[in-house]
């Protein structure tokens, strides 16, 4: 490899890290893109220079790939970015096995350890990545149910397909070129990639596909170890990091453990005790009209509007802006709460408002907005509830208990826009409901909004 | 161990350090774009598309399954950087008056 092949590919890796420094302020964020992606060109070139043989099938790949890629990018909607990150995550991670299979059967059978290990861990990664993420397109998009498929002894099941896969691998180190064995392997990496993520709520979906960013950001830095190709491997490790960083953070944020996420099947059909009980205390629950509300918002000095996932699912945060400007025209002090995990993914309650127009410096992070609610006269929580579930911080007993939250309850008064009583996806009844401060309007997110739109104009 | 193997391993490992510190820095605001950012990053697996395609005299498998790995690359470089393109566009600050009303059709 010349000098100036491997300069490039440094150059490229500066880029990367570059774009992600970036990335820190909303500010220079989409200088860092691009940053980012002139620092992939210059790979790309740098790559070119080194091909020898079968132009025409590469032209033809990244043709397809760009029209595919380019017309995903321009189409998707803003609510479904979560889905589509999954898909791209799951190509990348498919494009890292197919490379290694083919390595395998080309030369790399008959290597040794030093080449066979990452040969094999970025076929088995990369195929559990592709798996994976198809299965959390498919639970996004609602192509399959989002709730968690689960059946006895699911744990145990997945337990043996990974170790049958980790016996594979070590049959392979120990003897030669094997291919049908090596298929085989990248199969079960298959099947495990979607056992693994099947047992997993939509809601979680997120924390699943950073994970799997994370397992194709290492497949593509094992490739890196095959080829012997630096820039592979310090992508690979930046989105490595990157992925299991956030990851942490989304659990977090969750007041839950990784391992909690990942394998108990969370938000399925268990009523916990606290739901029970509360229901059967029978507090009063005092719902309002629009009417209602809208003197309410109209007169208040200081609004916070709370947005969670049923903003997102009535895609109504075009909605919520016209009412937040037609109060702000009023004299009402406008501020958003974001909860680190709102929306369907951390930050993306951030997008969907800036697609509707919503200026950054009017979100505020729950930190933040937290000491503020004490003296904010309205608290308007639209389609949001566990995030703002009061029983995390006082019900030892209640399964989301230790969760950080937007304390509402702290404002004077709480309104709440949801579809119905229904509990929300930790199962968990919610005593804000039951708060005498607290007024429910009743009704699809972006409906009721814009009936508060209407009224709000009427008074 | 090679010695190659031994400064591959390094570079790994320094990597993983300096993307925790930059990541870390990151605030929530930025996590979506980020996690579709990192995403169209772990694209660069493309390379290793182009390196085995490229260098294959022979076998049709081999090329067969590079290709169809060079599609999926493209598409999650392309894919990638256009979509967090898209986001981080919409992360304007106080916006300027005049705009206000122009843009929604924009969008719509």
């Known amino acids: 490899m010349s000098v100036w092949i491997t300069l490039a590919y440094l150059l490229a890796a500066v880029c990367f890290i570059l774009g992600l420094r970036f990335l820190s302020s909303p500010r220079t964020a989409r ?12 790979a790309l070139l740098a790559t070119a220079l080194q091909v ?3 132009w025409p099938y590469i032209i033809l790949g990244v043709v397809i790939g760009s029209v595919v890629g380019v017309a995903g990018a321009r189409m998707v909607k803003m609510t479904a970015i979560p889905q589509m990150v999954a898909l791209f995550n799951g190509v990348g991670g498919g ?11 080309n030369s790399a059978g008959g290597q040794g350890p030093s080449v066979l290990i990452p040969v094999v861990f970025s076929a088995v990664v990369g195929s559990i990545s592709f798996a994976g993420s198809m299965v959390a397109f498919l639970k996004l998009q609602e192509w ?6 689960t059946y006895p002894g699911q744990q145990i099941v997945n337990g043996v397909i990974a170790l049958g896969i980790v016996g594979i691998a070590v049959y392979l180190m120990t003897t030669g070129s094997l291919p049908a064995f090596f298929v085989v392997m990248v199969i079960l990496g298959l099947v495990l990639g979607v056992a693994f993520v099947l047992p997993i709520g939509g809601a979680d979906m997120p924390v699943v596909i950073s994970l799997l960013n994370a397992f194709t950001g290492l497949a593509a830095a094992a490739t890196g170890f095959v080829l012997g190709n630096t820039v592979l491997i310090v992508a690979g490790a930046l989105v490595g990091a990157s992925g299991t960083l956030l990851t942490l953070l989304m659990s977090r944020a969750m007041g839950r453990s990784i391992g909690n996420v990942l394998f108990s099947a969370f938000g399925s ?7 029970l009980a509360l229901g059967a205390e029978g507090g009063t629950v005092r719902s309002g009209s629009a009417d209602d509300v809208a003197v ?8 916070v509007i709370v947005p969670g996932y049923g903003l997102a699912v009535a895609q109504a945060q075009h909605a919520v802006r016209e009412l937040a400007d037609l109060l702000e025209k009023r004299g009402v002090e406008v501020k958003y709460a974001i909860h680190p995990v709102a929306g369907r993914m951390p930050g993306h309650m951030n997008v969907l408002l800036a697609e509707a127009n919503v200026p950054y410096e009017q979100l505020y992070e729950m930190e933040r907005i937290n000491p503020e609610l004490e003296r904010t006269d309205v608290a308007l929580v639209v389609g949001a ?10 019900t030892p007993s209640s399964p989301i208990y230790g ?24 199962g968990v009844d919610n005593p804000l409901y039951y708060n005498p401060k607290t007024t429910m309007l009743f009704g699809d997110a972006k409906k009721s909004l814009t009936d508060l739109v209407n009224a709000v104009k009427n008074v | 161990m090679s010695a190659q193997l031994l400064t591959n391993v390094t570079i790994l490992v320094l990597a993983a350090f300096v993307g925790f510190e930059v990541i870390s820095k990151v605030p929530t605001t930025l996590h979506t774009p980020l996690m579709s950012g990192t995403n169209a990053i772990h694209g660069i697996v493309i390379v290793g598309g182009l390196l085995t395609v490229g260098a294959l005299a022979g076998g049709w498998v081999g090329v067969v399954l590079g290709t169809v790995a060079v599609i999926f690359g493209t598409i999650n470089v392309v894919g990638g950087f256009l979509v967090t393109d898209r986001m981080l566009e919409m992360f304007k600050g106080r916006r300027p008056p005049p705009a206000q009303s122009a843009d929604p059709s924009k969008k719509a």
Do not use: C, W
Request: glycine share 8%; no cysteine; proline share 4%.
């Open chain 1, 31 to 42: 200088r860092g893109n691009v940053i980012a992606a002139v620092g992939m060109g210059v």
């Open chain 1, 52 to 54: 020898t043989h079968n």
């Open chain 1, 95 to 105: 494009a890292a096995a197919l490379i290694s299979t083919a390595d395998y059967l």
């Open chain 1, 144 to 149: 399959m149910t989002g709730q968690p498929i």
């Open chain 1, 269 to 275: 059909a268990r009523a916990g005790g606290a739901a």
């Open chain 1, 296 to 303: 309410l918002l109209a007169y208040a000095r200081s609004v």
């Open chain 1, 385 to 394: 509830n566990d995030t703002t579930n009061p029983a995390a911080k006082e």
């Open chain 1, 403 to 426: 969760m950080p939250i937007i304390e509402v309850d702290h404002a004077a008064n709480v309104v709440v826009l949801k579809r119905s009583m229904a509990a929300g996806f930790a």
